[in-house]
């Protein structure tokens, strides 16, 4: 019997399903992969950038030179960056050429931008010199000024950096007293009461405002019995009573609360313990280490920093307690997460014999000074270098230039040392890393030979970025980086042939450098492909598998509805 399983609209349905099926499996997974192949590409192009050089000038690629040089290192929030901007054309197009400028942070956020169209003649050069406006809302840092150039279907983008700074204030107003002579109105306040604390035993009050006030409980220990106790407590702007100011060092202000009692005095207390919460969210929002908490309490002459102690958390708060010799006023106070922002090239390359200095730049973007801040150099011997500061106190915002000078011995060996820079204060601890390139004057001949080799392996990379372009693999940054490359390797002859041998020894290994970076990026998208291929070839797989039980569902339906034949008894 010939059972027709597909028919009619079913048939149509269901070839439709599967054809939508395929499609978004396929768009999916080549989504997928493309966008793991463009984060190693841009991560590997980063790396490059930041390790063969700090300087600004990037060379030819195609058509033109840019160079771009920012006027001024640091700049406030709400004041404008200033950059020099200079095109030279030394191709041969001569069409219209667009010039974009912009601001962008280290996560690559853009922020104020311009634009403009010009027509560089063959040969001729452009040069303006273009401002942008920080605005007062970004965080400081390390900012990016980036310059793209496009002519038809070429693009080329550079970028200089330059830090960002937000004015800070040396102090804070103290927290209110609330009421009375020029104090600020308080705008929480609870108040709430016990009857009896028996002498040399502990009463407990507590608060039913504890997420606006941040104070739960407060125990108290007397040396006497005293009764109809009353705890208020306020929460506050500014104080009248309280003559110091809090430093900004100190950490960021989470609670102003002024505790007032009655029918007790400060005199009669022989414990008193706080205890209060702090939410969750602000200590994430403010980057608070949340074991640097502290309550501070006003002395009458200046502000004491209290026994503080983290009891536990939940989902929302983290909860401490406090011991204080009495009631006053008191802020809640949190240290930020020591922070620092380090400048530095990955790799170092340096001659034998030949001194060099390389520079580290370390912001401290954290809220408190870094005292006795110093940089040390691990895996090197230190004969080898001498870092200048020894040691410095670094300011709120301020920024630090380390200077390491190289002088590596004759008798050290050529090859790559992988280096720990430890950066260390009295507050921190920081391990960054690098590489330092050892590396050995080049005579002619060995530089003609080292020359010609990486020359052959340009053309291999060239060849082998179209085959992936041809694929689909964008592969523009890539490009870029061989460019810069082949430009070095120029540079590396003109400086050789004029006998600077140790700069163009230097030049050739930074060429050298940027091909390794390409070859290891290349070896690292084709397994990525083939994972691609792969994972096409299951969804194809498991669609065929889902056809088949498909089939045999419907076989098995159909079978149950054929009609029994009737049984034929013999006479």
Request: aromatic share 10%.
């Amino acid at each position: 019997m010939n059972i027709n399983i597909l028919n009619g609209k079913n048939k149509f349905y269901f070839l439709i399903f599967v054809l939508v099926i395929i499609i978004l499996g396929f768009s999916i997974i080549l989504l997928y992969f493309h966008a793991i192949i463009e984060f190693i590409i841009t991560s590997r192009v980063y790396q490059v950038l930041s390790s063969i050089s700090s300087a600004t000038v990037v060379p030819s690629y195609y058509l033109y030179d840019i160079v771009l040089v920012c006027q001024q290192d640091v700049v406030n929030v709400g004041q404008s960056i200033s950059a020099n901007i200079t095109v030279t054309n030394n191709g041969e197009y001569e069409g219209d050429t667009q010039i974009e400028w912009w601001i962008e942070d280290v996560y690559g956020t853009n922020y104020t931008s311009g634009s403009t169209i010009v027509n560089i003649s063959s040969g001729e050069t452009w040069t303006s010199t273009k401002s942008l406006l920080v605005p007062s809302y970004v965080s400081a840092g390390i900012y990016y000024y980036k310059v793209r150039i496009i002519a038809e279907t070429y693009s080329n983008t550079v970028y200089d950096t330059f830090e960002v700074q937000r004015p800070t204030t040396t102090t804070i107003p103290a927290p209110s007293g609330g009421g009375g002579g020029g104090g600020g109105l308080p705008t929480t306040s609870e108040t709430s009461s016990i009857e009896i604390i028996e002498a040399e035993k502990i009463g407990s009050i507590d608060f039913t405002k504890s997420d606006e006030l941040g104070i739960q409980t407060i125990l108290i220990e007397t040396k006497n019995t005293v009764y109809n106790v009353e705890i208020k407590i306020e929460e506050t702007s500014k104080s009248s009573e309280a003559t110091e100011a809090i430093a900004t060092e100190d950490g960021k202000f989470y609670k102003h609360l002024k505790i007032s009692p009655t029918n007790i005095l400060n005199s009669d207390i022989t414990k008193l313990v706080i205890r209060f919460k702090v939410e969750k969210s602000w200590i994430k929002e403010n980057g608070i280490d949340p074991d640097k908490i502290v309550l501070k309490r006003y002395n009458g002459k200046e502000w004491d920093s209290l026994p503080t102690t983290k009891l536990s958390e939940d989902d929302n708060y983290y909860y401490y307690e406090a011991e204080s010799p009495g009631f006053s006023i008191f802020t809640i106070i949190g240290q930020t997460l020591s922070s620092i922002e380090v400048l530095y090239d990955r790799e170092f390359v340096v001659l034998l014999e030949v001194p060099k200095v390389y520079q580290i730049k370390i912001k401290n973007s954290g809220d408190f000074v870094l005292h006795n801040l110093s940089v040390y150099l691990q895996g090197l011997e230190s004969s080898w270098y001498l870092v200048e500061p020894n040691k410095i106190d670094l300011e709120i915002n301020d920024t630090v230039t380390f200077k390491i000078n190289f002088t590596v011995p004759d008798s050290a060996q050529i090859k790559k040392y992988p280096v720990n820079i430890l950066i260390k204060s009295d507050e921190l601890e920081k391990t960054v890393y690098l590489t330092l390139n050892v590396i050995e004057v080049l005579e002619k001949t060995e530089f003609g030979n080292f020359r010609e080799s990486l020359e052959q392996e340009i053309i291999n990379l060239e060849k082998e970025l179209r085959e992936l372009q041809e694929r689909g693999i964008p592969a523009d940054s890539l490009y870029r980086l061989l460019y810069n490359a082949k430009e070095k390797l120029e540079l590396a002859k003109s400086e050789m042939e004029v006998g600077n041998l140790s700069e163009a020894s230097i030049l050739i290994n930074e060429a050298k450098f940027i091909i390794d970076v390409i070859k290891e990026t290349i070896s690292e998208i084709k397994p990525i492909r083939m994972g691609a291929f792969w994972s096409i070839f299951l969804i194809v797989i498991i669609i065929v598998a889902l056809f088949i039980v498909f089939l045999v569902l419907k076989i098995r339906k159909e079978s149950r509805k054929r009609p029994k034949l009737p049984k034929i008894e013999k006479w």
